[in-house]
């Protein structure tokens, strides 16, 4: 079993900042990448950033220069640093991994529970 769990998350102005975190536990195999994706109301889950194994990063245009995602590789923690933050960035936020299990060497992607993030004055 691979358990992802999300911290952070919350209420911010307009122009702040917040931290999100999340941890994979389990049986991990062997990770490609982490990543971050998002759902607001009404609208379908989009990627907001991805780093792969190598350390490569990868961002939309709607959030590059502001989000930052970073990699933990001794504990399996991926986080997701957003900074000048918009209204239009108000949504549930989700960790995934992207791995093959060692038992019977598939590719799997797990997701996180989500965490809320509202940007709002």
């Known amino acids: 079993q691979v358990q992802l769990v999300q911290s952070g998350g919350g209420l911010v102005q307009p122009g702040g900042s917040l931290r999100l975190s999340c941890a994979a536990s389990g049986s991990i195999g062997i990770i490609y990448a982490m990543a971050w994706y998002r759902q607001a109301p009404g609208k379908e889950r989009e990627l907001v950033a991805t780093?792969?194994?190598?350390?490569?990063?990868n961002y939309p245009d709607s959030v590059k220069g502001r989000f930052t995602i970073s990699r933990e590789n001794a504990n399996n923690t991926v986080h997701l640093q957003m900074n000048s933050l918009k209204p239009e960035d108000t949504a549930v936020y989700y960790c995934n991994l992207d791995l093959r299990r060692t038992t019977d060497w598939s590719r799997r992607h797990y997701w996180g529970q989500g965490t809320q993030v509202t940007v709002s004055s």
């Open positions: 780093i792969s194994n190598s350390g490569l990063t």
